[in-house]
């Protein structure tokens, strides 16, 4: 397994790590079953998989829980990320949340469902206008000194955010939307992005020794070999809800898509391994968030890392993307 490490953290991660999104169950991602996923995170620490992502809201907890149960006494051998901000009710409406009150309550039951006293990275899963950052970040440090968090991680935020959160706390990661189809993207799932990855927050994690970690770098089953043009998810799949994966933007994405699957296929390699491995190749990435719902996935995510991009591969790869560029593909 490759690694890499940043000047703000000691740890040293696997290139390819796991995403746990999937692990939510059955309900939220089709053809998923716990039985699976917890063999599935099993198999990944035998691989040298050392980085797990997660949220409360995947699963409204359940992913959490199948994590825990997954790792179990290997917990000190791996990297746990969680998050926070982002809490439901009993309808399973969710909304933005990041008072001091929620994300005490958050951590409890973070670290009760994945079975641990610590969690590695806390990150925050999206900004809260209605919260001061200040008092996010006050209630985040104190959860260091309590020994509750190590790190403090942010997701989707924007460089302006991130330099106001670091007048407080210091900030060790950035989680943000990035793979081949979305360089600098605009939105996800309809949610507007006020960063652009490449061209901003790349710069920005490698000024201040920042990890970066890639989330959808499959753009969500797009970028595999038998990602279907039509009837891909049932309603229930929370991929059904994403714009791009619809109408017109979806006919030009897939488009690209059949391009790319025809270099994997002349290069002898899986589509999905071309995605990651171009993501390794980046160095602005510190690992890469891969789901996997099965063991022979996960098998092939990890052999991502197990070869390199020849110069006229990389070439190649940009030949076929100049022409979708802003702002077409970046949408």
């Not at 991929?239 to 690209?256: C, V, W």
Request: glycine share 6%.
């Amino acid at each position: 397994m490759k690694t890499k490490s940043v000047d703000a953290l000691n740890f040293t991660f696997s290139a390819v790590g796991f995403g746990c999104w999937a692990a939510g169950g059955g309900a939220i991602w089709n053809g998923t079953e716990d039985a699976a996923s917890i063999q599935t995170i099993q198999r990944a620490v035998e691989l040298g998989v050392n980085f797990f992502d997660v949220a409360p809201v995947y699963g409204f907890g359940h992913a959490e829980t199948i994590l825990g149960q997954a790792l179990g006494r290997q917990r000190q051998d791996v990297i746990i990320a969680t998050k926070c901000g982002l809490v439901w009710d009993d309808q399973g409406n969710i909304t933005n949340d990041l008072k001091p009150a929620t994300i005490e309550r958050e951590i409890e039951d973070s670290l009760r469902r994945l079975n641990t006293d610590y969690v590695d990275i806390y990150q925050i899963h999206w900004p809260d206008p209605a919260t001061p950052i200040q008092a996010t970040m006050e209630t985040l440090n104190k959860l260091k000194t309590a020994g509750k968090i190590r790190h403090i991680g942010v997701s989707n935020f924007s460089t302006r955010l991130m330099d106001e959160a670091r007048q407080y706390s210091k900030i060790v990661s950035h989680q943000g939307l990035y793979n081949l189809l979305e360089r600098n993207p605009t939105q996800y799932h309809n949610i507007p992005l006020d960063y652009r990855t490449e061209q901003d927050v790349f710069p920005y994690c490698r000024q201040h020794g920042m990890a970066f970690f890639p989330y959808s770098p499959l753009f969500q089953g797009l970028l595999t070999d038998h990602f279907k043009p039509q009837n891909q998810f049932d309603t229930n799949d929370v991929r059904s809800a994403n714009p791009k994966l619809n109408g017109k933007r979806f006919e030009t994405y897939y488009q690209i898509r059949g391009e790319l699957f025809a270099f994997a296929m002349e290069i002898g390699k899986p589509l999905s391994q071309v995605a990651i491995n171009w993501l390794i190749h980046q160095d602005a990435i510190t690992s890469v968030i891969c789901g996997a719902q099965t063991i022979a996935h996960v098998e092939e995510n990890v052999a991502s890392a197990s070869w390199d991009f020849t110069p006229d591969m990389l070439a190649e790869v940009e030949r076929i993307l100049r022409p979708y560029h802003d702002p077409v593909y970046t949408a």
